[in-house]
């Protein structure tokens, strides 16, 4: 029973029929923002379930949703995936195929704790991942912009101690913004007495991510971890020359990178399906108000049979729009008594989820 209040916080319910599931008080949407319904809760539907808002062909009921529904729930019910022929069951939304595991429970419980460290976001994940460094330094990067990195401050949240306050200047904390840019040794290898200019870390690196910021954050942290593992005094100087080695050393190593990323990539070729057999391409795109899907299908010698496109209302999740596009394939690719037709799509987690 102790875990009960962890299952409570993270599960959700998957419509079949709809008919074992409350309309209220019950997280059903299939949103990836996991916000209950904005509605009200009125006395008449305080009991009813979701089945009452599906229509004769076990399809969500537009007449239906428009008379009960605030404007800014309906895009996220249509976009809730229904299977009439199938009970309500309970599914865990962190994990593709719906399974709990104690893994999935421990990472709810921590990004909970960590919550209140990152009260900003970072959106400069592709030019960080494109960084011209060494793996191991965008791993370290990556560490910071998701507040995961091992400084004291986030080590304290996970009941390790080390110690405490700034390993380098003794100040009180170790947070990420102080040792990289608010501790006077950081504030020296920037050459600048305001580094974060009243931004938080998060944003600060958002606006200035690259090369430079790479080298300072690396050589700040060989420096802080010299000092707390091998008793090292930190030096200006000796960091400096550091970073004049890594610079070099980047950029000998990755002019041909460079030079090789620059040059047109050749596409793959599409593969043809055996002789006597079909090949149905599935794509999805994802808009402001929802998604869209493509449909394609060629013989084995390449030629063109036929083509479907459509829209899926409200769906902004690109994992469940990949599924569902792969679905309304199905459906269509019956309705034109097509046989024997392979299913081809780009999303390796949705393949790999299927056919598993």
Request: with cysteine.
């Amino acid at each position: 029973m102790a875990g009960r209040a962890v299952l409570e916080q993270g599960i959700a319910r998957r419509i079949g029929d709809g008919a074992d599931t409350k309309i209220l008080g019950w997280n059903w949407l299939a949103d990836v923002s996991n916000k209950p319904l904005i509605t009200p809760c009125v006395e008449e539907l305080r009991h009813a379930t979701v089945k009452g808002l599906l229509n004769e062909h076990g399809r969500w009921d537009g007449d239906i949703l428009r008379d009960i529904f605030h404007t800014d729930d309906i895009p996220r019910i249509l976009a809730t995936p229904v299977n009439a022929h199938l009970k309500d069951c309970w599914r865990w939304p962190e994990d593709l195929r719906g399974r709990y595991t104690v893994q999935n429970g421990y990472r709810l419980l921590a990004r909970e704790r960590l919550q209140p460290a990152v009260e900003t976001e970072f959106h400069a994940w592709k030019a960080l991942w494109t960084l011209l460094t060494p793996p191991k330094v965008k791993n370290f990067l990556w560490r910071c912009a998701r507040g995961v990195l091992s400084v004291r401050d986030n080590l304290r949240l996970k009941r390790v101690w080390i110690g405490e306050g700034c390993p380098i200047c003794g100040y009180v904390t170790e947070s990420m913004a102080h040792l990289f840019c608010e501790c006077d040794f950081a504030k020296q290898l920037w050459e600048n007495e305001d580094v974060l200019q009243g931004r938080e870390l998060l944003a600060f690196m958002d606006h200035i991510l690259g090369s430079q910021l790479a080298l300072i954050f690396w050589t700040i942290w060989q420096a802080r971890n010299d000092v707390v593992c091998n008793s090292m005094t930190p030096s200006v100087s000796k960091s400096q020359h550091l970073m004049s080695q890594l610079r070099d050393a980047w950029r000998v190593a990755y002019s041909q990178s460079r030079s090789t990323l620059d040059k047109p990539r050749i596409r793959e070729q599409w593969t043809p399906p055996p002789a006597g057999s079909l090949k149905c391409n599935v794509d999805t795109a994802i808009f402001e108000d929802g998604a869209g899907f493509g449909l394609v299908v060629r013989d084995h010698v390449g030629c063109f049979v036929a083509t479907k496109k459509g829209q899926l209302d409200g769906e902004r999740d690109p994992f469940v729009a990949e599924a569902l596009a792969a679905k309304e394939a199905l459906t269509w690719l019956k309705e034109q008594n097509l046989n024997n037709i392979i299913i081809e799509s780009d999303c390796l987690n949705f393949c790999k989820t299927f056919n598993s």
